[in-house]
T-cell receptor
Framework: GQQLNQSPQSMFIQEGEDVSMNCTSSSIFNTWLWYKQDPGEGPVLLIALYKAGELTSNGRLTAQFGITRKDSFLNISASIPSDVGIYFCAGQGSGYALNFGKGTSLLVTP | KAGVTQTPRYLIKTRGQQVTLSCSPISGHRSVSWYQQTPGQGLQFLFEYFSETQRNKGNFPGRFSGRQFSNSRSEMNVSTLELGDSALYLC?????????????FGPGTRLLVL
């Protein structure tokens, strides 16, 4: 499958700060997804994007599907300690399989 | 509604052995996918089953196989284990296994090969 370039690899921030992470691909995707994975658990879907240019929010989370269909970003506003975890982007092209980025590890200090 | 369940949660095997992992999808879901997660390669798609048939397959050797039962439960088998097979194996389910359909992941089975 396609490997996505996700950055940054890790972030260490203070509670209350905003966070931004992004994902790029050399291929076009029809769907972009953002998942969060806590230790010892499977990924949980945060936001799904289905159209180029789409901007979607889920509480303090906002994600956008890039116009070129080759990128997406996720913003977290006013971070809190429970935001700690690993965030993954995933793209879905013409096939069913999800292609994942390597993840962004987020640490939030009180 | 119960989520995706996977058993066992942890497993230790030695090289050359084989292993079978089990996944029970969310009730009503008929599509089950398997993914391998390693620190080096990240999350990679293994295969997907729908109505007892493998519909999609990733780029893994034939040592990795699976099957799905009539109740949509799925098993994944890895034969002749290698050290590099140590990973978290995740199962995901959805109703129809179509694009743009949310895939719900289980907690995974962590396999350690010694």
């Amino acid at each position: 499958g396609q490997q996505l370039n996700q950055s940054p690899q890790s972030m260490f921030i203070q509670e209350g700060e905003d966070v931004s992470m992004n994902c790029t691909s050399s291929s076009i995707f029809n769907t972009w997804l953002w998942y969060k994975q806590d230790p010892g658990e499977g990924p949980v879907l945060l936001i799904a994007l289905y159209k180029a240019g789409e901007l979607t929010s889920n509480g303090r989370l906002t994600a956008q599907f890039g116009i070129t269909r080759k990128d997406s970003f996720l913003n977290i506003s006013a971070s809190i300690p429970s935001d700690v975890g690993i965030y993954f982007c995933a793209g879905q092209g013409s096939g069913y399989a999800l292609n994942f980025g390597k993840g962004t590890s987020l640490l939030v200090t009180p | 509604k119960a989520g995706v369940t996977q058993t066992p949660r942890y497993l230790i095997k030695t090289r050359g052995q084989q292993v079978t992992l089990s996944c029970s999808p969310i009730s009503g879901h008929r599509s089950v996918s398997w993914y391998q997660q390693t620190p080096g390669q990240g999350l990679q798609f293994l295969f997907e089953y729908f109505s007892e048939t493998q519909r999609n397959k990733g780029n893994f050797p034939g040592r990795f196989s699976g099957r799905q039962f009539s109740n949509s439960r799925s098993e994944m088998n890895v034969s002749t284990l290698e050290l590099g097979d140590s990973a978290l194996y995740l199962c995901a389910s959805s109703f129809w296994g179509t694009e743009q359909e949310t895939q719900y992941f289980g907690p995974g089975t962590r396999l350690l090969v010694l």
